[in-house]
């Protein structure tokens, strides 16, 4: 094992049993995420990215395979693998500033260090002047910002995102993006995220481990070389980037191949 | 004559704005109009009242008018201790209602978050659903007398199981997202249930108790009419041996009052409590 790899998923299948009979979502899926990678799960429709994910985070338990953090075999959900959900998540009951304070309160962090840890990343999301709000008067994308800083400033050891700017406009969507590679300059946190996006994927990920659908394996994986080890800042960067054109002409082939198999 | 007939030429001059109708469905109306609505269905009430006394249709003994009604209640608070009465039933009312709270809201929390607690719990509160409370009360006569304990124990078994399953349902309605949300940054179980669960069925759980206290009104009458010496349900009986129907109409006002003004008071603490949230019930 590598000493940089901070989660391993070792062979990883998953049955579902439905009425019509058991469904094979995942079949011997394997791969690592190494520290302070973002690590994309890119994919068509019904290849168990998803599904993948929540076994990562603990909420479903894999019908075989492990799961290993920092070389430790994990069972169940933990806080050092934070997870940000497609929907929204904030506690409408709770203002910005105690959205973000929350995690840490569940773990006992002194409400001093918590308040100063909750105001942090309340900024690095961009969120200072709404800290006093409602979730009731926030924008989709701004919710969206609370649970990442919620997550974040909970100190976890891996962040999960499943699909997480999915429910977004594309404008939005934009800006969350940049946000997201923004923070990861000063944070430098390790990220697993799931997207159907080809174009979110490409401009997030470090590294794509593409699955196949139906049930879902792993196709291949895909080292994102023309970025040359650096993070685009913008979308504009990106795409003058010499090779993103070949890198997205090869995922979209790759989605192509596997659409059509049972459509 | 065909004038407003022409719909697709369009109309010039000052008649060409379109004019917004009455009924349109869902769409709002004019706040003043809705509380003018709202008054005159009640001054038809009285209009079509008075008439009906004024035709003779029964005798004044059997349908006194408005007035006489209103007359009574004053003698009732005035001369003949009828408070005494209205506090008693509004205590009956509130004690009963907080025991039924008190063993609902944590049983329904827990049969809406643990489905092995509902499945032990569900088939039994659901067959008590379906006793009408009123079966049970020549067995409470028996059992407790005619004094508070009976009152209190109709009261009880009349709201508790709707109040239980109303809770429990509330409480499965709680997004899951949330509760994952809560699990992935660490909570435990009992963490989930306070900091996830309880806060958010609350609001609907608030709704549910506005919505079973009126039920618990409608059992106080009941109760106190089969048996009772005091309480509004008692006085009304007591009139009735005297043909005093003024007084029983103005015990059916005022019945009618303390189950507005309750009400009321639960969708303001409902505002107060819960002003976080997006829509209001």
């Not at chain 1, 973000?100 to 690095?124: F, I, Q, W």
């Not at chain 1, 481990?209 to 291949?220: C, E």
């Not at chain 2, 008054?39 to 006194?64: K, Q, Y």
Request: proline letters at 4%; a neutral charge; aromatic letters at 10%.
């Amino acid at each position: 094992m590598n000493t940089n790899t901070i989660l391993t998923v070792e062979n990883v299948s998953k049955t579902f049993s439905a009425k019509s009979g058991p469904v094979e979502a995942l079949r011997d899926v394997s791969f690592a995420v190494e520290k302070n990678e973002l690590c994309v799960l890119l994919g068509p429709s019904g290849c168990g990215k998803s599904t993948l994910l929540n076994i990562v985070a603990g909420l479903e338990y894999p019908s075989a395979g492990r799961m290993l953090l920092d070389g430790v075999e994990v069972h169940g959900p933990g806080r050092e693998r934070g997870m940000v959900f497609q929907g929204y998540t904030s506690f409408p009951w709770l203002t910005v500033l105690q959205n973000v304070e929350y995690g840490m309160k569940l773990n006992g962090v002194p409400k001093a260090e918590r308040r100063e840890r909750a105001s942090h990343y309340v900024d690095l999301v961009h969120l200072g002047k709404f800290r006093n709000a409602y979730p009731k008067t926030l924008s989709g994308g701004m919710k969206q910002r609370v649970a990442i800083a919620r997550t974040l400033a909970n100190a976890p050891e891996i962040l999960l995102m499943d699909e997480p700017f999915g429910a977004l406009d594309a404008e939005t969507r934009w800006h969350m993006q940049e946000m997201l590679l923004e923070i990861l300059d000063t944070t430098h946190t390790t990220i697993l995220l799931v997207t159907h996006d080809i174009q979110e994927a490409i401009f997030l990920a470090d590294r794509i481990v593409f699955l196949s659908s139906h049930p879902g394996r792993l196709k291949t994986i895909l080292d994102l070389k023309f970025k040359q080890g650096k993070r685009p800042n913008s979308k504009e960067e990106l795409i003058q980037m010499e090779g993103y054109l070949d890198c997205e002409q090869q995922i979209v082939a790759l989605m192509r191949s596997e659409a059509g198999i049972n459509d | 004559m065909n004038e407003n007939r022409s719909y697709s030429t369009p109309q010039t001059g000052a008649a060409a704005r379109p004019r917004k109708r009455l009924f349109e469905f869902k769409s709002d109306i004019n706040p003043t109009l809705g509380l003018g609505l709202g008054v005159l269905v009640w001054v038809l009430f009285f209009g079509l009242w008075e008439f009906a006394v004024w035709s003779r249709w029964m005798t004044e003994i059997l349908l006194p008018g408005p007035r006489t009604v209103l007359a009574a209640l004053y003698t009732l608070f005035a001369e003949n201790g009828f408070v005494a009465d209205v506090l008693i039933s509004v205590q009956r009312v509130l004690l009963s209602f907080v025991l039924a709270c008190a063993v609902a809201i944590p049983l329904g929390i827990l049969m809406g978050s643990f489905r092995a607690v509902e499945a032990f719990f569900d088939p039994f509160v659901s067959a008590w659903r379906y006793l009408p409370a009123p079966a049970f009360i020549p067995l409470l006569l028996m059992w407790f007398g005619t004094g508070d304990a009976q009152k209190l124990a109709l009261l009880f078994i009349g709201v508790i199981w709707f109040l239980i399953t109303l809770i429990a349902d509330h409480t499965k309605a709680v997004s899951q997202d949330l509760i994952r949300t809560s699990v992935t940054l660490g909570g435990t179980r009992r963490q989930v249930l306070r900091t996830v669960i309880v806060p958010a069925a609350l609001p609907n759980i608030v709704v549910a108790m506005r919505q079973m206290l009126a039920v618990s009104w409608t059992y106080l009458v009941i109760a106190e009419i089969t048996a009772a010496d005091a309480g509004i349900g008692a006085m009304m009986m007591r009139a009735k041996r005297f043909l005093h129907v003024d007084q029983i109409m103005a015990g059916i006002l005022v019945i009618g009052v303390l189950g507005l003004l309750f009400d009321y008071l639960l969708k303001r603490l409902h505002r107060h409590a819960f002003s976080y949230l997006d829509e209001y019930p």
